[in-house]
T-cell receptor, first 122, second 111 residues
Framework: QVQLQESGPGLVKPSETLSLTCTVS?????????WGWIRQPPGKGLEWIGS???????YYNPSLKSRVTISVDTPKKQFSLKLSSVTAADTAVYYC???????????????GGQGTLVTVSS | QSVLTQPPSVSGAPGQRVTMSCTGS?????????VHWYQQLAGTAPKLLIY???NRPSGVPDRFSGSKSGISASLAITGLQAEDEADYYC???????????FGGGTKLTVL
């Protein structure tokens, strides 16, 4: 059974960098799937942040691209999200997920974490 | 404003059939990219309901079905049950944006 678990601070100050890690169990992160992040502001819809392949190839939401970095650590079975210069608009539940078997998301998001609320506030 | 357009809400009585739409454009659904549907129960993470336009993951009842035509996709639910009350999101890939896009979500109310 594939399981993903997000971890990281639940509170980040404005202008600082949001950092989250996703730990994967039950599946080799270096196998043929993409991994990534999705977020959901309170009371709003889903937004794709970006995806990464185990080779390190990354794909980012153009609206966030200048502030986002997604990286992968295959020995640790983890991938991470960094979002810089955060504002209150970045307050959201952040989900890590297995993002399909190709870069266009073939197969859909079939496994995901339970989500972690990150609040941006001073 | 979402790239994929979904009606904000739909409703139906138990046992009825409801459908909800997801309308895109020539750079996403109309370009042939797959549409996936997710169900999000209150306070929980989204769950994959339909992948590749019309395929159900293991464990999803056959009351749920998906279809795609032109620049639109649809999700149908037959034999509506109280536990189907949730938010439903469609998702696809957009070649103009070079990334994934979601619909704004449809809230299903079971009357």
């Amino acid at each position: 059974q594939v399981q993903l678990q997000e971890s990281g601070p639940g509170l980040v100050k404005p202008s600082e960098t949001l950092s989250l890690t996703c730990t994967v169990s039950g599946y080799s992160i270096s196998s043929a799937y993409y991994w990534g992040w999705i977020r959901q502001p309170p009371g709003k819809g889903l937004e794709w942040i970006g995806s990464i392949y185990h080779s390190g190839s990354t794909y980012y939401n153009p609206s966030l691209k200048s502030r986002v970095t997604i990286s992968v650590d295959t020995p640790k079975k983890q991938f991470s999200l960094k979002l810089s210069s955060v504002t209150a608009a970045d307050t959201a539940v952040y989900y890590c997920a297995r993002n399909g078997y190709d870069y266009v998301g073939g197969g859909g998001i079939d496994y995901g974490g339970q989500g972690t609320l990150v609040t941006v506030s001073s | 404003q979402s790239v994929l357009t979904q009606p904000p809400s739909v409703s139906g009585a138990p046992g009825q059939r409801v459908t909800m739409s997801c309308t895109g454009s020539s750079s996403n659904i109309g370009a042939g990219y797959d549409v996936h549907w997710y169900q999000q129960l209150a306070g929980t993470a989204p769950k994959l309901l339909i992948y590749g336009n019309s395929n159900r993951p293991s464990g999803v009842p056959d009351r749920f079905s998906g279809s795609k035509s032109g620049i639109s996709a649809s999700l149908a639910i037959t034999g509506l049950q109280a536990e189907d009350e949730a938010d439903y999101y469609c998702q696809s890939y957009d070649s103009s944006l070079s990334g994934w896009v979601f619909g704004g979500g449809t809230k299903l109310t079971v009357l």
